[in-house]
């Protein structure tokens, strides 16, 4: 991953992930509400170190590709 791409991804997970989405985005893996919900907190407070301490592949391709669909730019 080139810098360019981890500054969006830094920047999407800032500042257009919200609790919501974020929701979403786990729910395939977890199917529980509760739990993605106590994992918020962290996600909030640093979405890469987040997504890489916890191998959270499927979160990390499914903000990947909503940035690629929404043609994001940061």
């Given at each position: 991953m080139e810098y360019k791409e981890l500054n969006k991804l830094v920047k999407y997970c800032s500042n257009r992930v919200d609790a919501d989405k974020f929701t979403t985005f786990m729910l395939p893996r977890y199917n529980d509400e509760n739990y993605i919900m106590n994992l918020w907190p962290k996600f909030r407070?640093?979405?890469?170190?987040?997504?890489?301490?916890r191998n959270e592949t499927e979160l990390f391709e499914a903000i990947m590709d909503e940035i690629q669909e929404t043609k994001y730019e940061g």
């Open positions: 407070d640093n979405p890469t170190m987040f997504i890489i301490a």
